[in-house]
């Protein structure tokens, strides 16, 4: 008999490390009051792949562009001559008498081709990231991925979104009234904002899957089976949210990657989010901030080595020694002068949002972006939104 795919040993023998990202990059056109206000490189796997370049993560992407694809990027994309690269508008009201909740509806304008199995390389991979943002990722693509990939993370909003027939707007729909329903037993880590986990039964999906739930300036909660987490924030200076959840994915796998415990990780993964929410647009993390942030995970791994090593629940999600000191060094870390960011001509409202190492990947593989995902994602306009059958999980009083 073939040895399982989740045993660690067999992860110790798999010397590359190496990550899948699937996504389609994509355009993303910023519009307050009717006018435009930028016109950026979009998609959650642009985002996550510069955090995962930053920290010297391993991975191949797969993403699909049309001709008018406007970026260079650090990984190539697959060029469709028939189709238009994936476009959204995101619409920003100034609201009433300076209300901060505004409102924003986002709209899908144009979606390029989607990704298929037969896409995907035909080689294995030690981690997966299933983060569509348009549509581009179907249940058979995600099947794929879990067929080739030891542990997948997947960001919720690829599974549960649809859009409106005649103008593209974004709505939600209940996890499980998707075809991706039955394939929770089977994921690592499922990604939601507080928004999104309502369209979900947190207590029913963290029976077969572990589910991260991001508060914006509030942190994020790590749901398990037999139990639960919050995870501090750090301070941030909100310049453009959009992208900001997707870096946090991107560094919550990245401390996984480079073998810290759960909540280790989701520290790095609310670092990156704040450090996003900084930038417009696409962030050009400093290098120096990188190396620092690599010195101080590396520094936490060799403080922690061996407190992973046994494979109960306990021990891999429960705060290790230590974890408010590693909050506080890598919040000293931010404190390393930055490059200038332009001032922001606009005033986007300040809401609540929006692996791994041989020997740690495997024991979490069994646990049971909007485009402008952020970990202060705003509360986002839905169209007809359909409600789950079952009653919503409440994860947030925002």
Not at 259 to 278: E, I, M, R, Y
Request: proline share 6%; net charge negative.
């Amino acid at each position: 008999m073939g040895r399982d795919r989740k045993d660690p040993q067999t992860m110790e023998e798999n010397l590359s490390r190496r990550g899948l990202i699937v996504g389609n990059y994509c355009h993303d056109v910023l519009i307050r009051d009717g006018v435009v206000l930028a016109d950026t490189l979009g998609g959650a796997a642009s985002f996550i792949s510069a955090v995962l370049d930053g920290v010297s993560v391993s991975y191949n992407l797969v993403s699909k562009v049309g001709p008018d694809f406007a970026y260079t990027t650090s990984r190539s994309p697959i060029v469709i001559p028939t189709s238009r690269t994936t476009l959204f508008h995101a619409h920003f009201d100034s609201g009433v008498d300076g209300d901060e909740h505004r409102d924003r509806v986002l709209k899908r304008v144009a979606a390029c081709d989607p990704i298929r199995p037969s896409d995907l390389p035909g080689t294995r991979f030690d981690f997966g990231m299933a983060v569509g943002v348009g549509g581009e990722i179907s249940p058979e693509t995600l099947e794929r991925m879990l067929d080739i990939c030891t542990v997948v993370f997947v960001d919720i909003q690829g599974l549960i979104r649809e859009f409106d027939g005649v103008d593209g707007t974004v709505r939600l729909v209940g996890l499980n009234e998707t075809r991706f329903f039955r394939l929770l037993p089977r994921i690592g880590f499922l990604k939601a904002s507080a928004e999104e986990a309502l369209f979900m039964d947190v207590e029913e999906v963290r029976k077969w899957c572990c589910v991260v739930v991001t508060h914006g300036k509030d942190g994020c909660t790590v749901y398990w089976k037999d139990g639960e987490l919050e995870i501090a924030p750090f301070a941030a200076n909100q310049v453009d949210p959009t992208g900001a959840g997707d870096s946090f994915l991107g560094g919550f796998v990245a401390g996984l990657v480079h073998g810290l415990a759960v909540p280790d990780a989701a520290l790095v993964g609310n670092l990156f989010g704040s450090l996003t929410v900084g930038e417009i647009g696409l962030p050009k993390f400093d290098s120096r901030l990188l190396q620092r942030v690599k010195d101080e995970v590396q520094r936490r791994k060799m403080q922690c080595i061996g407190c992973c090593e046994r494979q109960d629940d306990e021990l891999r999600f429960t705060k290790p020694a230590g974890h408010a000191q590693f909050h506080a060094s890598l919040d000293a870390a931010k404190l390393i002068p930055a490059r200038a960011v332009p001032e922001c001509p606009w005033d986007l409202p300040s809401s609540p949002p929006k692996a791994v190492e041989q020997a740690i990947l495997p024991q979490y593989a069994g646990q049971p972006k909007l485009v402008l995902n952020s970990i202060y994602d705003e509360q986002i306009q839905t169209v007809e939104a359909k409600r789950p059958s079952t009653s919503p999980f409440s994860v947030s009083d925002d």
